[in-house]
């Protein structure tokens, strides 16, 4: 039921490097989000779209930035990576209507060394 | 502002029924989810109920809500090794809120 996907599941870069973490989802959502969990496994909100052309940062403040140039795509980019960034990443679609379900992807586990 | 609390722990034998406890603070609050987190994965939509029911029963699932109280309980019946995992407890606030306030998860250990 969850059709959404990102790539890659396990990345390890170095210092300084740019990089790109992809999410797509085949629901036809408009609704998209991105979330860091620490450690701990909370979740913090970073950055969310309702649709083409709309993005905003959530409530944990994030240095990486986000597009949605197409509906079905969401990809989140660090410019210049540290430690500080590793982390999982979590993408996540929602319904627009009724129950408004939320699915999530599998993670992104980037590790900066 | 929104706010859910979940005790962080929970260990229960193979066999026993597993009860998962949240409360939130937003009265607003239109649906309440439980997701689950195996380790190394993303999260799962398990269940959700509206914010008007008393309960909801899914095969071996049982959600109870208490809007009274703010409080969201998860029962899983006849526990296996296999619902050893994270649990979420989150709320959509508000009729045109989109965006879920999650707790902190409560850790599941089921013991063979």
Redesign the interface.
Known sequence: E?DIY?TPRYLVIGTGKKITLECSQTMGHD?M?WYQQDP????H?IH?S?GVNSTEKGDLSSESTVSRIRTEHFPLTLESARPSHTSQY?C?S?E?KG?????????T?LTVV | GEDVEQSLFLSVREGDSSVINCTYTDSSSTYLYWYKQEPGAGLQLLTYIFSNMDMKQDQRLTVLLNKKDKHLSLRIADTQTGDSAIYFCAERAGAGSYQLTFGKGTKLSVIP
């Open positions: 969850a990102q609704k989000y701990g496994m909370e979740l909100l969310y309702y979590l996540a929602s627009s129950a408004r379900r939320a699915f999530f992807g599998q993670g586990r």
